[in-house]
């Protein structure tokens, strides 16, 4: 007996049934309280819904519920004015805010877990936290597709070279480059808020992993914290994380899109390409050499993207042995889970502001979309209007392009004597096809380069985005 009172003025909630003090090497390794504490204004949110459930079901008093939610509203006024007093003994969040409760009220603080287990608390907590950080995301998102539709409104008229492979294939209009990332962006909102459907499901009322032995109106729950129902299993609800697991592959996605532009703009403001100019408040210089300015934002975003996969990577793995019901391994979803979130809300926000004071060097594109033989499609489709079958088409064209090469010529330095020469059927309006405008224009289907079709879809983001 003697022990066992040692072990209960050690402060554990938990301590009734163990004789020997927790190991200090064991607190510090189990601790999740550095990280989890950031979730303390859902637990407390969901801890007020239990309460009121408790009280509608008979199992608190009308005044113990009030004591109770007076209670929470002190300790939420100190953890949001970092006057909190935590102690050692706290494993985590929402131990800390259990025992602070049971300091300022007294025993019935202790009531507030009736019915209740951390394993469907924290997956409450982690739904009600995840619904909130996706809507946030999801309004970033959108943000960085008005800094892009804002740049191709700004450069309608500018055409650059498209590529392949990183070879110069055909001319379009750097804004219908721009509007491709506005899509990818678009599909990510759409992934974005299938993860939030999917979180958006209440888990209180599972208990440990059998149910609960009280009364509770599990509805009556779910509305008071805005959720549209229940879960189902109660197995099932401690112990899942899918909807944690489908954010971060959500979230790799977007990092995905976000270093693929960076990529470019890397690639865009080199010296080599010299397309665009990054704001100076958004590069760095170098320590040794006076000259340079680094597109360190791009590069950092593009470096990031590796992490957020590792965390996808690092849930799944934990989830694939674990048995029912719940584990603590799950602990591990947090760190994850916040990281990915941070770095993905922080990376699309970066962004977007850098957009906006991008600067396009027209000059350049003009230039570079005048070179590299970019017209030698429309050369082709040409000979197809005249009854040439594609292949043979290509074939001829393509010998065009290598006595161009071998003469050092564009093909618009060609006569139509020089374009005879290869097949008959060239005719007078076959040079009238070698201009970019051209080029472009007869891009007009829905989903294709053209102006008007450019300016339509500028339209209908701005209209969308509003």
């Known amino acids: 007996m003697g022990k066992k009172k040692l072990v209960a003025k050690a402060g554990k909630l938990w301590a009734g049934r163990f004789t020997e003090r927790t190991h200090k090497l064991v607190e510090t390794f189990t601790s999740s309280l550095a990280f989890d504490r950031r979730l303390f204004a859902h637990d407390i949110e969901g801890s007020i819904a239990h309460a009121k459930t408790l009280g509608k079901a008979g199992v608190l008093t009308g005044r113990e519920v009030s004591a109770i939610l007076r209670g929470l509203a002190a300790v939420r006024t100190e953890l ?14 929402h131990m800390a805010i259990e025992r602070r409760l049971t300091e300022l009220i007294g025993p019935v603080g202790g009531k507030l877990h009736t019915g209740r287990s ?37 450069h309608q008229d500018v055409a650059m070279p498209g590529y392949t492979h990183l070879q110069r294939a055909q001319p379009v209009l750097l804004a219908h480059h ?32 059998a149910g609960s032995n009280y009364p509770v109106d599990r509805a009556y729950t779910a509305k008071l914290l805005g959720f549209p129902r229940v879960t189902e299993n109660s197995l099932d609800a401690v112990s899942d994380r899918d909807f944690a697991i489908e954010a971060l592959a959500a979230l790799a996605l977007v990092m995905m899109h976000l270093s693929r532009l960076s990529e470019e703009l890397v690639l865009w403001s080199s010296q080599e390409f010299r397309f665009v100019d990054l704001p100076d408040a958004f590069c760095t210089g170098s320590s040794m050499m006076p000259q ?33 019901s719940y584990n603590r391994d799950l602990q591990e979803d947090k760190e994850a889970l916040f990281d990915a979130l941070d770095t993905v809300a922080a ?31 429309e050369l082709a489709d040409y000979l197809v ?21 071998d003469r050092n010529r564009d093909l618009r330095d060609l006569t139509l004597a020089d374009l005879r020469s ?45």
């Not at 970066?350 to 499609?377: D, Q």
Request: proline residues 3%.
């Open 80 to 93: 949001e004015k970092g006057r909190f007093p935590f102690v050692p003994q706290d494993e985590d969040i």
């Open 292 to 324: 340079k300015k680094n597109p360190d934002v791009p590069e950092l975003v593009r470096g990031k993207t590796g992490r957020v996969y590792g965390h996808l990577l690092a849930l799944l793995t934990t989830m694939k042995g674990l048995p029912l």
């Open 178 to 209: 721009l509007l491709a990332y506005v899509e990818m962006l678009e599909r990510d909102k759409g992934r974005l808020r299938d993860a939030l459907a999917r979180a958006n499901v209440m888990p209180l009322g599972s208990g440990a992993l």
């Open 347 to 377: 990376s699309v926000e970066v962004l977007a502001a850098l957009l906006k004071g991008l600067t396009v060097n027209r000059k350049i594109l003009a230039g570079s979309v005048n070179s590299g033989y970019l017209l030698a499609t």
């Open 422 to 466: 290869f097949s008959d059927r060239f005719g007078k309006d076959a040079l009238a096809v070698l201009t970019v405008t051209g080029a472009i224009e007869r891009k007009a289907q829905v989903g294709g380069t053209a102006h008007k079709r450019v300016a339509a879809r500028i339209k209908q983001w701005e209209q969308s985005l509003r």
């Open 118 to 154: 951390r394993n469907d608390q924290v997956a409450l907590d982690l739904r009600l936290y995840l619904r909130q950080e996706l809507g946030r995301l999801l309004e970033g998102v959108t943000q960085l597709q008005r800094s892009l539709v804002g740049q191709a409104r700004a």
């Open 385 to 405: 209007t005249k009854g040439l079958p594609f292949r043979q088409a290509h074939a001829v064209t393509g010998r065009v392009v290598r006595a161009c090469l």
